[in-house]
């Protein structure tokens, strides 16, 4: 059986990683796209959303704790996510305080095109724990795709028993406690779990960005979006970054809205959403960041061994 040479197999894998970049850029031309036009449509309706605005010149101070609060709370769920999902697939433990910092700071430049957080994050992850590149990219894809599916459950769970929201939320939780019964299913099943709880967050977050423009969700409602923004920003190349999500809400408030300007309505949520996470992450973000370059700049020029979970502790 013929093997590849060295030249063959670095050339492939700089072509590999040429394409993946090249899918990058285009998807992120395209969030681009979508988000200026979001803010388009917002501003040339600007004058038939007068509930919308009117609503916020004289906002519920409750909705914004809200919606900062829930914002401030991801933060924390999304690192035990990461870090059990980068426990399972390089065997590192990386602290939740250290973790937290990492997934602040990737939020607020995930915002920009090109998933520069992610990368950053990956990059972090080498120096600092010696990862490699590969094993920390698996764990941001696996999350990725955990979101996709999740949120895909939720959609269909909410379109299947509309009335029962909470009630349906609550049995999936349960089942997903007792799977991690199995001691190989644990890891993962603490993940999905968290994810699920990720999603309850999301759908409370929702339901304060529409009250602050005047309208009142549902539980399935709040459900609905909490599912699509999560399938839409979990989609590969786009959803990652500015675009996509806003223009997912509007269509699902078509579908569950009667307002005239449903569509409309829906992005503008999407954008209070995104705002209210910028305002959070950007003092939260740059302190974190301040933090993890003196990390960074302690680990340079010496690559750590992993603090594996299962190596011997030597004496």
């Known amino acids: 059986m013929l093997s590849a040479s060295p030249d063959q197999a670095g050339g492939h894998v700089v072509r590999t990683g040429w394409r993946w970049h090249r899918w990058r850029l285009v998807g992120s031309l395209i ?20 509930q919308a605005w009117a609503a916020l010149q004289q906002p519920d101070p409750w909705a914004i704790v809200v919606l900062v609060l829930v914002t401030v709370v991801l933060i924390p769920i999304s690192a035990a996510a990461q870090s059990l999902m980068l426990r399972r697939t390089s065997g590192t433990y990386v602290a939740m305080g250290e973790m937290s910092a990492l997934v602040s700071v990737a939020t607020l430049l995930n915002m920009l095109p090109l998933w520069p957080g992610a990368i950053g994050r990956i990059a972090y992850h080498r120096v600092v724990h010696g990862i490699p590149p590969m094993q920390a990219g698996a764990a941001v894809i696996a999350i990725r795709l955990l979101g996709l599916v999740t949120g ?9 028993w509309p009335a029962e929201a909470i009630g349906m939320w609550l049995a999936l939780l349960f089942g997903l406690l007792v799977v991690t019964i199995w001691p190989r299913l644990r890891l993962v099943g603490w993940v999905v779990i968290l994810k699920w709880i990720d999603l309850f967050l999301l759908a409370v977050r929702y339901a304060a960005a529409f ?7 549902d539980r399935s409602a709040a459900g609905a979006f909490a599912g699509t923004g999560t399938v839409a920003s979990s989609v590969p190349f786009i959803g990652g970054g500015p675009g996509l999500r806003e223009w997912a809400i509007g269509w699902m408030s078509e579908r569950m809205s009667q307002l005239p300007d449903a569509l409309v309505v829906g992005v503008m949520a999407d954008l209070l959403v995104r705002v209210a996470t910028l305002l959070v992450m950007l003092p939260l973000g740059f302190a974190a960041f301040r933090w993890l370059r003196r990390r960074l700049q302690s680990s340079a020029g010496s690559i750590p061994k992993s603090r594996t979970v299962n190596s011997d502790s030597k004496v």
Do not use: K
Not at 31 to 50: P, Q
Not at 154 to 160: D, N, P
Not at 211 to 217: A, I
């Open 211 to 217: 009250w602050l423009l005047g309208v009142e969700l």
């Open 152 to 160: 895909g459950v939720l959609l269909a769970a909410v379109w299947i």
């Open 31 to 50: 969030g681009l796209v979508l988000l200026a036009a979001a803010i388009w449509l917002v501003v040339s309706h600007a004058g038939d959303m007068t």
